[in-house]
C-alpha cells in the first residue's frame, strides 16, 4: 500500500498558513514583552524598546530616619512630612522580588540660610509630599526647623575648625550667620518690611557661596554614615526638581555594586566632573569606597584645595578623579540631567522620547507645574515624564508663531559671521554667510538651506551674527542691557517641529529599561 500523501497545492497553502500564523503570534509577542533595536528616527539612530504594561506596588513602608551624627546639633534628620493622594511607586510587572525600592535610595538636598525660607517650602509640598520619599535629608549651613517635621542639618558644624584654618573669612561668615538666627531675621528677600540686604563675601559673590563649596564631602560622608545600606545616594539642590520615579527605575537598571556616579558633565575633558545643581547619583559600591571609614575623601585631606577651589562640585570631581572614579563611565545619562530650566532646555530627537531626571535653576513657580505634570501623568498614564511630555506642557503653546523680535531663543550650534569659517556640516548648504550675518530675512533663509536646521536668532548691531540650531529652545524676552542698542530676533522653522518632533507621539516605546 503506497504511503499517503497530501496534494501540492494543499501542502503550500498549509505552509503558507502556519508562517502566517507564527509571524502575528511573534509580532503580539513582541508587543507584550521588551524587544530592544535600533530604529531609525529622523537622521538620528536611537536604541527603542517595546512599552511593556505597568502595574503599581503597594506604597513602601515609610522606615524611620536615623538620628543625626553631628556632634554641634541635637537635632534629628528629617521626615517626610504627611499628606493626602499618595504617587505611588510604578515597577515593570516582571520586576523580580529584589528590584530596586524607593526605600533603597536616599535623596540628599542641599540648600542655605540665605535662600532656604525662600526655596524649601515649595519642596515640602511637593518633593517630600505624600510620603513617596522614604529616605531623605537636606542639608545646609544652618539647623532650622522647617515644619513640625521637618529640620535642615548644619553640616558644617563638625567641620568648623577645619575651615577655621583654612578659610578664616569663610568661617568668619559662618560664625556671624549663627548670631544672626534669631526669629526677626528674614532672608528670603520677600519684599516686606524687615528684609535684610543680602550679604556678600569679598569677591563680590553671596556669601552662601563662600560656606557653600565646603557641604559637599561632609554631606556624602553623613549620608554614608547614617544609611549605610542604600544603594544609591541621589543628591539635588534647593532650586532643582527631580523626577522621582523616573530615577528609581533608571537606577535600577544599573549595578550600585560598581563604583560609579552618573550626572551632567561639566568641565575639560581631563577634568570632568558632575554638574551638582543638575543632580548626582552615586552608587553603595562608590560610597563605601570613598566615605566608610578613613575619611581620606574628607576636608581634613581636602580642605586647602577646597579653599583654593571655586566649587564644591568641582573639589567633589577632583577628589573622586583622585580615586580612579570618573563621571558617567561613558554610559548615556547626562542628557537627562538637565542643569537649566525647561525654557532654556534644548528639545531634539535625541531626547525627545527620553525620560527626564531633572531640572536645574527653577523658580518656585516651576517646581509647582512640574510636580503637577508629574503628578498627573502617573495618575492618568501610570508612566515616565518624557522630555516630549515637558515640550507639549509648557514649550508648545507659546510656540506658536515663527519669529519673535526682542526675544532670545538660544540659538548656539551653528555660528555664521564673515570673519568665521563656515562649518563644514554647512558647506553644501548653499548658505550666504554675509547676507545671513546682515539681515533678519537672510539668517531665517540660512536656517531653511539646512535641511536640519529647527531654530535660529539674529544679533544685529556692529557684531552682527547668525546662529542655527537643530534643536529647539523656547528662550525669553531680552530688553537690550544699558549702553547695548543691538536687538535680538529669534525664529523657528515650525513645519518641521511638527513633521519631526510633535508628530511624534512616543506611543509604545520605551527607553532606559
Not at 536604541?47 to 513602601?60: D, F, G, N, V
Not at 548615556?332 to 530627537?349: C, H, N, Y
Request: aromatic share 10%; charged share 20%.
Amino acid at each position: 500500500m503506497s504511503p499517503f500523501r497530501l496534494p501540492k497545492a494543499l501542502v503550500a497553502a498549509s505552509v503558507f498558513a502556519l508562517l502566517i500564523f507564527g509571524f502575528l503570534s511573534s509580532s503580539s509577542l513582541r508587543r507584550a514583552e521588551p524587544d530592544h533595536g535600533d530604529v531609525e528616527y529622523g537622521n538620528v539612530k536611537v536604541e527603542m524598546t517595546i512599552q511593556s504594561a505597568l502595574e503599581r506596588l503597594e506604597p513602601t513602608t515609610l522606615r524611620p530616619a536615623p538620628s543625626t551624627a553631628l556632634a554641634h546639633s541635637s537635632n534629628p534628620l528629617p521626615t517626610p512630612i504627611a499628606t493626602t493622594t499618595p504617587i505611588e511607586p510604578l515597577q515593570s510587572p516582571t520586576a523580580s522580588a529584589d528590584a530596586l525600592s524607593p526605600s533603597d535610595v536616599v535623596l540628599l538636598l542641599k540648600t542655605g540660610a540665605a535662600t532656604s525660607w525662600r526655596r524649601l517650602p515649595l519642596h515640602l509640598l511637593t518633593t517630600f509630599a505624600n510620603d513617596r520619599i522614604p529616605n531623605f535629608a537636606i542639608y545646609s549651613d544652618a539647623s532650622e526647623r522647617l515644619s513640625s517635621s521637618v529640620e535642615t542639618i548644619d553640616i558644617i558644624a563638625n567641620v568648623s575648625h577645619i575651615i577655621q584654618e583654612v578659610d578664616p573669612e569663610a568661617y568668619h561668615i559662618y560664625a556671624t550667620q549663627q548670631e544672626a538666627l534669631r526669629p526677626h531675621i528674614y532672608r528670603e528677600q520677600a519684599g516686606l518690611p524687615g528684609d535684610e540686604i543680602p550679604a556678600v563675601s569679598e569677591d563680590g559673590n553671596p556669601v552662601g557661596w563662600t560656606l557653600d563649596r565646603y557641604k559637599f564631602l561632609p554631606m556624602l560622608a553623613h549620608a554614608r554614615e547614617n544609611w549605610p545600606d542604600a544603594k544609591w545616594v541621589v543628591y539635588i539642590e534647593d532650586d532643582t526638581y527631580i523626577f522621582w520615579q523616573n530615577i528609581i527605575r533608571w537606577l535600577s537598571r544599573r549595578s550600585h555594586q560598581e563604583v560609579v556616579y552618573f550626572g551632567a558633565t561639566s568641565g575639560p575633558t581631563i577634568a570632568r566632573f558632575a554638574q551638582g545643581g543638575s543632580g548626582i547619583a552615586f552608587s553603595q559600591a562608590l560610597m563605601t569606597k570613598l566615605f566608610a571609614s578613613d575619611n581620606s575623601a574628607g576636608l581634613e585631606v581636602w580642605g586647602k584645595h577646597t579653599a583654593q577651589s571655586c566649587c564644591g562640585d568641582v573639589v567633589l570631581g577632583d577628589v573622586l578623579r583622585d580615586h580612579g572614579i570618573r563621571v558617567n563611565l561613558g554610559e548615556f545619562g547626562s542628557l537627562a540631567f538637565r542643569p537649566e530650566p525647561p525654557w532654556k532646555t534644548t528639545f531634539d530627537v535625541a531626547v525627545w522620547c527620553e525620560p527626564v531626571m531633572t531640572f536645574h535653576h527653577l523658580h518656585e513657580k516651576d517646581l509647582a507645574l512640574l510636580a503637577d505634570l508629574e503628578d498627573e501623568i502617573h495618575r492618568e498614564n501610570h508612566r515616565r515624564v518624557l522630555f516630549r511630555d515637558v515640550y507639549m506642557k509648557f514649550i508648545d503653546p507659546y510656540l506658536q508663531i515663527d519669529q519673535l523680535s526682542g526675544w532670545d531663543n538660544y540659538a548656539d550650534l551653528y555660528l555664521l559671521k564673515p570673519d568665521v569659517e563656515l562649518p563644514v556640516k554647512l558647506q553644501d548648504s548653499g548658505i550666504d554667510i554675509s547676507s545671513a550675518s546682515s539681515t533678519v530675512e537672510g539668517c531665517r533663509d540660512a536656517c531653511l538651506s539646512f535641511a536640519k536646521c529647527f531654530s535660529w536668532r539674529f544679533q544685529d548691531g556692529k557684531d552682527g551674527s547668525c546662529t542655527l540650531d537643530t534643536g529647539v529652545k523656547l528662550g525669553r524676552a531680552t530688553p537690550p542691557a544699558l549702553g547695548n542698542t543691538s536687538a535680538v530676533v529669534s525664529g523657528w522653522i515650525l513645519p518641521r517641529l511638527n513633521e519631526t518632533l510633535i508628530s511624534h507621539e512616543c506611543w509604545g516605546f520605551r527607553y532606559w529599561d
